[in-house]
């Protein structure tokens, strides 16, 4: 079966830190790009990092530059988003998407909700 799964998420509080893994099944992730896109209330849907799984280069979204890491492991054929001096405004329900381009997303995640709040 070909999948996404992803782990992690729940509730931190402001300048907390939270890490989302996203492990795929059916298929190796070693030459995609895996995006993740994050949906909050009320909002569309925003791509904030992006990895080459290939080579390892990353692209984050201003938004979350300096502050998310997106990083590949291939033994695990997982892709981890580390999300550090997490901010209210971060709350939503993050995606993992991979395919052949940032932002090009021929599989997708399930979804897990972040929350931050005090």
């Known amino acids: 079966q070909v999948q996404l799964e992803q782990s992690g998420g729940g509730l931190v509080q402001p300048g907390g830190s939270l890490t989302l893994s996203c492990a795929a099944s059916?298929?190796?992730?070693?030459?995609?790009?895996i995006t993740w896109h994050r949906r909050a209330p009320g909002k569309e849907r925003e791509a904030i990092a992006c990895i080459n799984n290939a080579n390892g280069i990353t692209y984050p979204a201003d938004s979350v530059k300096g502050r998310f890491t997106v990083s590949g492991d291939k033994t695990k054929n997982t892709v981890s988003l580390q999300m550090n001096t997490l901010k209210i405004e971060d709350t939503a329900v993050y995606y993992c998407a991979a395919g052949r381009g940032c932002g090009i997303s021929d599989y997708w995640g399930q979804g897990t909700q972040v929350t931050v709040s005090s």
């Open positions: 059916g298929f190796s992730l070693d030459y995609l790009y």
